[in-house]
């Protein structure tokens, strides 16, 4: 058994093969470097997070998320003009670093999530949810609205009004540190739909490449032979017409010959 896997000319099995000619496509290189981005984005956000929950202004905890994070400016003369910020530094700042953080993850997740619900449309950065197949669009999905489902919030506000499912709409509502939670937890999301979509755009490449390995295969003049896929190429560029190898479907019967 062992022995028919091995190519006939030089005696690679197929999983040596495969190995040896498994090469990265540059297109593969280049998902694998975004996926260490995402990374090493979300955990830069996980430590963020930490110092917005420990320095976020308390004094400001009734104030509407929305209000607070889009007018970060207007709090530091407040702080000047009546001290209602107290000993926190320089709360504007956070508060603008959260602005920041919310546009590159939140916003982005907000564009998005409609498409990933309906399982069509295009997914900026990735194109067509079509490309994919249909238990992965179906994943996404599930991934947006289990979260929703568990903050009863849908994750942007579509502006339409009266959604079936009774969620709120985006940070509607929330005070400043509620607010803040759901944007946390969302960005996360965002980075896991990040690295989900990734994966599958990944897999695509991957299985799109020739397969390379060791198959039974016909050559005039021969009876069917294990042949590797590098020796096929090298007879390909040889050019011996004769001697290009075709598939056969499986592995040969013996013959048994009748001698008289
Ligand atoms: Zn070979």
Same mark, same amino acid.
């Given at each position: 058994?062992?022995?028919?896997?091995?190519?006939?000319?030089?005696?690679?099995?197929?999983?040596?093969?495969?190995?040896?000619?498994?090469?990265?496509?540059?297109?593969?290189?280049?998902?694998?470097q975004q996926k260490s981005q995402v990374t090493s984005s979300k955990a830069d956000f996980v430590q963020?997070?930490?110092?917005?929950?420990?320095?976020?202004?308390?004094?400001?905890?009734?104030?509407?998320?929305?209000?607070?994070?889009?007018?970060?400016?207007?709090?530091?003369?407040?702080?000047?003009?009546?001290?209602?910020?107290?000993?926190? !530094?320089? @709360?504007?700042?956070?508060? &603008? #670093?959260?602005?920041?953080?919310?546009?590159?993850?939140?916003?982005?997740? $907000? +564009? !998005?999530? @409609?498409?990933?619900?309906? &399982? #069509?449309?295009?997914?900026?950065?990735?194109?067509?949810?079509?490309?994919? $197949? +249909? !238990?992965?669009?179906?994943?996404?999905? &599930?991934?947006?609205?289990?979260?929703?489902?568990?903050?009863?919030?849908?994750?942007?506000?579509?502006?339409?009004?009266?959604?079936?499912?009774?969620?709120?709409?985006?940070?509607?509502?929330?005070?400043?540190f509620e607010g803040l939670d759901f944007m946390i937890a969302v960005g996360m999301l965002y980075y896991d739909v990040q690295t989900q979509l990734l994966d599958m755009a990944r897999r695509?490449?991957?299985?799109?490449?020739?397969?390379?390995?060791?198959?039974?295969?016909?050559?005039?003049?021969?009876?069917?032979?294990?042949?590797?896929?590098?020796?096929?190429?090298?007879?390909?560029?040889?050019?011996?017409?004769?001697?290009?190898?075709?598939?056969?479907?499986?592995?040969?019967?013996?013959?048994?010959?009748?001698?008289?």
């Amino acid at each position: 058994m062992e022995e028919q896997s091995r190519c006939w000319f030089c005696h690679r099995s197929d999983a040596e093969v495969s190995a040896f000619t498994a090469v990265e496509t540059p297109k593969e290189r280049e998902i694998l470097q975004q996926k260490s981005q995402v990374t090493s984005s979300k955990a830069d956000f996980v430590q963020s997070a930490d110092a917005w929950r420990k320095g976020f202004p308390k004094e400001l905890k009734e104030f509407d998320f929305k209000f607070v994070t889009s007018n970060a400016d207007q709090f530091k003369s407040i702080r000047i003009a009546n001290g209602l910020l107290g000993e926190i !530094a320089d @709360p504007s700042k956070l508060l &603008g #670093e959260v602005a920041g953080a919310k546009k590159l993850t939140v916003d982005r997740l $907000e +564009k !998005a999530a @409609p498409i990933l619900r309906k &399982g #069509e449309g295009d997914v900026p950065g990735f194109g067509a949810l079509s490309h994919f $197949e +249909k !238990a992965d669009r179906e994943l996404l999905r &599930g991934m947006v609205e289990q979260f929703e489902a568990k903050w009863h919030r849908r994750i942007g506000s579509d502006g339409s009004r009266g959604d079936p499912s009774g969620y709120k709409q985006g940070f509607d509502g929330l005070k400043l540190f509620e607010g803040l939670d759901f944007m946390i937890a969302v960005g996360m999301l965002y980075y896991d739909v990040q690295t989900q979509l990734l994966d599958m755009a990944r897999r695509i490449e991957i299985n799109s490449k020739p397969k390379k390995g060791v198959s039974v295969l016909l050559v005039s003049g021969y009876p069917p032979i294990p042949l590797c896929s590098v020796c096929v190429d090298v007879m390909k560029g040889l050019s011996v017409e004769h001697a290009v190898p075709q598939q056969v479907l499986a592995a040969p019967t013996p013959q048994i010959v009748n001698v008289a």
